[in-house]
């Protein structure tokens, strides 16, 4: 089968990469990583942007300084971006993690032409620490990404298998959308993807989908096509 899509970003819900009994299934990010281990093998280039969801968001610290409190969040996402680094390596998938926050005892200094030729080389780049500010989402931090590397779609893989016309888990009259467009989500203050995220796809004509990252299968079948979850356009 052949891929869609040549270079993505893929974003990573942290909560969806969390077990039961702790904040991080390895095993389901070993699972992830032979899924994307058979992508690469088909031509994909594939970049990673992950959550902290299951550690810590910012907004989780209402007494505390919003800008400690995220970078909280971001030195979170570092785990994170470690943990799925080592899966990944562990499943034979060349990984290499880029902080936008100087952090060298523990992973790479983003740059983009760093990040384009480790892609170009075959390796996944997982993107830690979001844009290195506070007060800008994981989600922001993947679009500005993927605008920076090039990629030809950003897949949004979260705890939800695509966009509602409403928060399902408190609307049961709310409604899957197959495909939408940024105005939509805009105008009706969406909440499946930071408002802020979906502007700056819009603004720079971004290809996105929001699927569930229940089945790592997902991933496969969205690089190649398959469009699951919901699909967003200008």
Known sequence: MSIAYKRVLLKLSGEALSGKDGIINYEYIQ??????????????????????????????????????????????????????????????????????????????HYTQRDAVKALEAGKVVVFGAGTGNPFFSTDTGAALRACEIGADAILMAKNIDGIYTADPRIDPKAKKLSETTYDYILSNHLGAIDLTAASLASDNDMHLLVFGLDNSENIYKVITGDNCGTVVKN
């Open 31 to 108: 699972e992830i990583g032979t899924v994307v281990r058979r992508c690469i093998s088909e031509g994909a280039q594939i970049a990673i942007v992950v959550g902290a969801g299951n550690i810590w968001r910012g907004r989780q610290g209402l007494a505390m300084d919003r800008v400690r409190a995220d970078q909280m969040g971001m030195l979170a996402t570092v785990i994170n971006s470690l943990a799925i680094q080592d899966a990944f390596l562990s499943v034979g998938v060349d990984t290499v993690v880029m902080s936008a926050v100087e952090m060298d005892a523990f992973c790479e």
